[in-house]
């Protein structure tokens, strides 16, 4: 009796050990040999890559067109910004931005920045951006931003300038209005990159001033 007991428990652990070294070597096969699929892989790669687009617009542009993106200043506080192909040519930051009209001009073929002006249109010489807006060529593009107040300056020879440029809003532009604007003197109508905003206080959002303005789109390149 004691030799078959022993001979039980023997064949017991032997049993044991053998399921349990079975065990571990499925396991430890399964565990080497899992994979996700390619596409499920592919697609979590993918889902955490940001697309980076020209300006940070919502969409990347098409061949032939250049993306922009301008911001108007918000009340007397924070300047305008002005984006053109990925560049930053006018902001807060590069202090490069004043009151009135912030200006900057593109070649429309090459997308080049000619210049960037600023115009004091509440105590400055508004003869200067008569002179400026008449030196355009058709073949440049004009950015404009507003920046505190751009109207009190305005004048009826200045209006028509902007109106040749495109615009549908220069003829009421006043006394801290919010305005942002492309155009060129070639547009064959009135340009569809113009926003505007009247100083109203009964809508403003900042006290004495309406809201910011953003604007971006893609204008067709110049050829």
Not at 64 to 80: C, E, L, R, T
Request: with cysteine.
């Amino acid at each position: 009796m004691r030799m078959s007991g022993v001979l039980r428990l023997l064949a017991v652990i032997f049993a044991v050990v053998t399921t349990w070294l079975f065990i571990r070597e499925y396991i430890d096969f399964n565990m080497k040999t899992l994979r996700l699929p390619r596409w499920m892989g592919s697609a979590h790669k993918n889902s955490s890559q940001l697309v980076k687009t020209k300006c940070g617009l919502s969409k990347s542009c098409q061949d032939n067109f250049f993306a922009f993106k301008i911001v108007s200043g918000a009340a007397n506080v924070v300047g305008p910004t002005m984006c053109f192909e990925d560049q930053m040519i006018m902001s807060p930051v590069k202090n490069n931005v004043g009151r009135g009209l912030n200006i900057v001009l593109v070649d429309g073929t090459t997308g080049v920045v000619l210049t960037q002006k600023c115009f004091d249109m509440y105590s400055g010489d508004a003869s200067l951006l008569a002179k400026f807006l008449k030196e355009i060529s058709e073949q440049m593009l004009v950015l404009v931003a507003s920046y505190d107040d751009p109207g009190t300056k305005m004048n009826k020879e200045i209006r028509e300038l902007f109106s040749n440029l495109g615009s549908t809003h220069a003829m009421q532009l006043g006394f801290r209005d919010s305005w942002v604007f492309l155009g060129a003197q070639n547009f064959k109508s009135k340009s569809p990159f113009e926003q505007f905003l009247k100083n109203n206080p009964e809508t403003n959002k900042y006290d004495g001033w309406p809201e910011l303005l953003e604007l971006e789109g893609c204008v067709p390149r110049k050829i």
